[in-house]
């Protein structure tokens, strides 16, 4: 048994080699997609942001307010307008992402503690770009807001430390936790990786039971008394074997060369790999086990694969989501395995907490090739010669 299960598995691992277009997608894919994604966020976060003012006013309070924006991180001003509608012109070309309009008698409202208005138009086609900005405008707001309210104290005669601490007597200290600097690469490149990575893995998986029967060796097989589940077992021992394998250089780039976090052990997150692997596999097995070609085995992958990132919760949160949608996406392994891989790179919260994430990859492998293997030992798969 032994050596005819060898004699499979070399076979097996002959064939992948030989396809060239399989041993290019499985090579290259994953690693492709990584130093890509590596570069576009290679910046790891948002800066600069073109900021365009309109400054009415022009006295020493709005300038002031100039100066803030100036100060700001995360804008960058590129350019001052004389009116409303040039700015206006200037953001529907996307010359700047951020408006800013002082109004006239801005300063002499202050000046009498009058309520003002500064108005602070963001572009909003771009959400990652708007996010940031509004955060750094209400950064702006903040402080104005405090520094108005403590010349209004002092003018009414209260002293300076005192106008201070009333100000200061209840502080909300932002601090944001695993990802302290709120590093876009951090969040995204392991992520969007993996999932090139899953859905090479989910297109060669769905050629494992279509892949040998659409074969003519299908009947030599068949006819060297070979059973179908030594067959098929033999396979899937490859095939797990050599998607892990391709896991490795990708994750030691990811964690050793661009030194993502990963919160966990080495031994941990590989066995959760290893157990989402088994997983994806037996999806495609049963993808290819159902279909009666292997043109549509790939079209089944792809409806899978493709879609599957996307709800899993990695990039839009899943509570954002319309209830029935959730329950759908946790019917998908890659939903169970990207929302343990945000846990594990930042948080590894235990196996306590990551136990059930195993026992669903576990449960659905059981399942998934249960279904195979029904389908194989009933016949329901059509054979070609």
């Given amino acids: 048994m032994l050596r005819q299960c060898r004699a499979i598995m070399e076979r097996e691992l002959f064939y992948m080699w030989r396809d060239k277009s399989l041993r290019n997608i499985l ?14 966020y290679s910046y790891q976060r948002i800066g600069n942001i073109s900021t365009g003012i309109v400054d009415l006013d022009n006295s020493s309070a709005s300038r002031q307010v100039v100066t803030e924006l100036k100060n700001t991180q995360n804008l960058q001003v590129v350019a001052y307008f004389d009116s409303y509608a040039q700015l206006e012109e200037a953001i529907k070309r996307g010359q700047v992402i951020v408006g800013v309009v002082i109004p006239e008698n801005y300063g002499k409202n202050v000046a009498l503690q009058r309520q003002t208005k500064v108005a602070v138009m963001i572009d909003g086609m771009n959400m990652a770009y708007a996010t940031n900005a509004s955060s750094a405008v209400l950064t702006i707001t903040r402080t104005l ?58 297109l060669a998986s769905c050629m494992t039971v279509i892949g040998e029967n659409g074969l003519r060796s299908w009947l030599q097989i068949k006819a060297s008394g070979v059973s179908s589940f030594k067959l098929f077992f033999s396979k899937s021992l490859v095939h797990i074997g050599v998607f ?37 596999h037996s999806l495609g097995t049963m993808m290819s086990s159902i279909s009666r070609n292997a043109v549509n085995a790939s079209r089944y992958g792809m409806i899978i694969a493709l879609p599957a990132f996307v709800i899993s919760g990695y990039t839009w949160p899943l509570g954002a989501m ?27 919260p235990g196996w306590g907490f990551m136990s059930h994430y195993c026992l669903a990859l576990g449960l659905m492998a059981v399942l998934f090739y249960s279904v195979a293997g029904l389908r194989l030992v009933f016949g329901s798969v059509s054979h070609k010669g």
Avoid: D, R
């Fill in 27 to 40: 090579l290259i894919g994953p690693l492709l997609g990584l130093l890509l994604f590596a570069g576009v």
């Fill in 322 to 348: 319309p209830h029935w949608f959730q329950s759908a996406a946790w019917v998908l392994p890659q939903t169970w395995f990207f929302q343990g891989v945000n846990y594990l790179t930042f948080k590894n």
């Fill in 244 to 280: 892990m394998l391709l896991v490795f250089p990708l994750y030691f780039l990811a964690f050793v060369v661009f030194k993502l976090p990963l919160a966990c052990g080495w031994p941990s997150f590989l066995l959760f790999t290893f157990l989402f692997t088994i997983t994806l």
């Fill in 145 to 202: 807001g405090a520094q108005v309210g403590i010349q209004t104290l002092i003018a009414q005669g209260i002293q300076v430390n005192q106008a201070q601490e009333a100000y200061q007597s209840i502080a909300f200290p932002e601090e944001a936790w695993f990802n302290p600097t709120l590093n876009y690469a951090y969040f995204m490149v392991l992520g969007l990786a993996l999932n090139v990575w899953q859905q090479c893995l989910t």
